[in-house]
Antibody, heavy 119, light 111 residues
């Protein structure tokens, strides 16, 4: 059974760096074809893809946010970490991590973590 | 890269069929057969309903089906039920520059 859970601060100040951790179980991020992605959703708005890390440590970022994002993995801890620099109130959103299958779909999602950016 | 375009809302009566469109470009939907669809109930995480354009994951009702024509992918819900009332999002691979993009989302209302 695959599960994922996001953790991190619920409140960050503008200009600060956000660090979110996705802790997962039921799969290994060293297995070929596997990936973990981050997706966010501002209140009342649509989903937005942020980043993806693959089993071979290849990484992909949203072009509009690439300069602010870093995604890393710790295979031994079954964790994926997303950092986003220079946070702004418009970054207020629920942040999800999800398990990616080889067909480029996300078949399992975490429950999401709400992050508010405010001074 | 802009989001894929979906109608803001679609409604139907119980038992009816509805179709949600997801319009992209030749750089994403039109070229790659990698469109997936997600159902999201309020306050919940999205749930995968369709992958690779038309395949259903195990456990998803066969009332949900997907298709594609040109640059537009579609999700059809047949035999509409009250539990189908939710937001629906499409998602597609968009090539080696943009990578991935979600749709604008569609709110489905069961009348």
């Amino acid at each position: 059974q695959i599960t994922l859970k996001e953790s991190g601060p619920t409140l960050v100040k503008p200009t600060q760096t956000l660090t979110l951790t996705c802790t997962f179980s039921g799969f290994s991020l060293s297995t070929g074809g596997v990936g973990v992605g981050w997706i966010r959703q501002p209140p009342g708005k649509a989903l937005e893809w942020l980043a993806l890390i693959y089993w071979d440590d290849d990484k992909r970022y949203s072009p509009s946010l690439k300069s602010r994002l870093t995604i890393t993995k710790d295979t031994s801890k079954n964790q994926v970490v997303l950092t986003m620099t220079n946070m702004d109130p418009v970054d207020t959103a629920t942040y999800y991590c999800a398990h990616r299958v080889t067909s480029d779909a996300f078949d399992f999602w975490g429950q999401g973590t709400m992050v508010t950016v405010s001074s | 890269q802009s989001a894929l375009t979906q109608p803001a809302s679609v409604s139907g009566s119980p038992g009816q069929s509805i179709t949600i469109s997801c319009t992209g470009t030749s750089s994403d939907v039109g070229t790659y057969n990698l469109v997936s669809w997600y159902q999201q109930h309020p306050g919940k995480a999205p749930k995968l309903m369709i992958y690779e354009g038309s395949k259903r994951p195990s456990g998803v009702s066969n009332r949900f089906s997907g298709s594609k024509s040109g640059n537009t992918a579609s999700l059809t819900i047949s035999g509409l039920q009250a539990e189908d009332e939710a937001d629906y999002y499409c998602y597609s691979y968009a090539g080696s520059s943009t990578f991935y993009v979600f749709g604008t989302g569609t709110k489905v209302t069961v009348l």
